[in-house]
């Protein structure tokens, strides 16, 4: 079974948290074929911010945060066993490297961001697509998707499960900006709708071994799935 997660940037805000993160995809490798894409976190929306007031676009922005991205992935493959080396900078490369791996297989691939315009949770969803994953994990620091934002709004309903197709009508609603807060950008759900590729959102904070339950089918999150 192929399973990308998309690693949020809170788990990058302490060593301990991200060993821990570690430790369950070491786990996780004996029994799946596993790509982790890492967001930006605290420290790239700060560095996209500073760039802001500095006066520059918002695709030059964008590329401030992948750089921040591409460090979180070097930190992760730092505290991993089973990863390879570097992290990927292209989809590609990834199936290589997946097709060629004669040491066994079982090695991490783990990447950052790609290009400007949209989330590393596209990333994973256009990597996903690309390696005819079974399963997209999104773990982030809200326990699912909202009709709106949840740190904003205290009425914001959770949903459960949605349609892919439902998941493209309540992202569309977001503004997508370098550094965004938001729990799927629309280009990520455009993806998910069109690869059909089972996705599920949790919360990743309090116990990291819930991203072993979702992927065994046990969540508190929502769930995409025509």
Do not use: Q, W
């Not at 503004?175 to 599920?200: F, H, M, N, Q, W």
């Amino acid at each position: 079974m192929k399973v990308v997660i998309s690693l949020g940037g809170i788990f990058f805000a302490d060593a301990e948290k991200l060993k821990n993160a570690a430790v369950v995809f070491d786990e996780l490798a004996h029994s799946y074929d596993l790509c982790v894409v890492t967001g930006g976190g605290v420290k790239a929306r700060e560095y996209i911010e500073l760039a802001r007031e500095l006066g520059a676009n918002e695709a030059l922005c964008d590329y401030m945060g992948i750089a921040l991205t591409r460090i979180n992935a070097k930190l992760l493959i730092a505290a991993l066993e089973r990863a390879y080396p570097e992290p990927f900078l292209d989809y590609k490369d990834v199936a290589v490297a997946k097709a060629s791996d004669r040491e066994g297989g079982g090695r991490i691939a783990v990447m950052g961001g790609v290009s400007p315009g949209y989330t590393t949770d596209a990333v994973a969803a256009i990597l996903a697509e690309y390696l005819n994953a079974d399963l997209i994990l999104i773990v982030t620091s809200v326990d699912g998707v909202y009709d709106a934002d949840p740190h904003k709004d205290a009425s914001a309903k959770k949903y459960n499960k949605l349609s892919p197709k439902e998941l493209v009508a309540v992202t569309m609603k977001e503004e997508l900006k370098a550094g965004s807060r938001i729990v799927i950008d629309p280009v990520a759900a455009k993806i998910i709708e069109r690869s059909g590729i089972k996705t599920i959102v949790i919360d990743g904070r309090s116990d990291p071994r819930a991203i072993i339950d979702a992927i065994h089918g046990t969540h508190h999150g929502t769930e995409i799935a025509k």
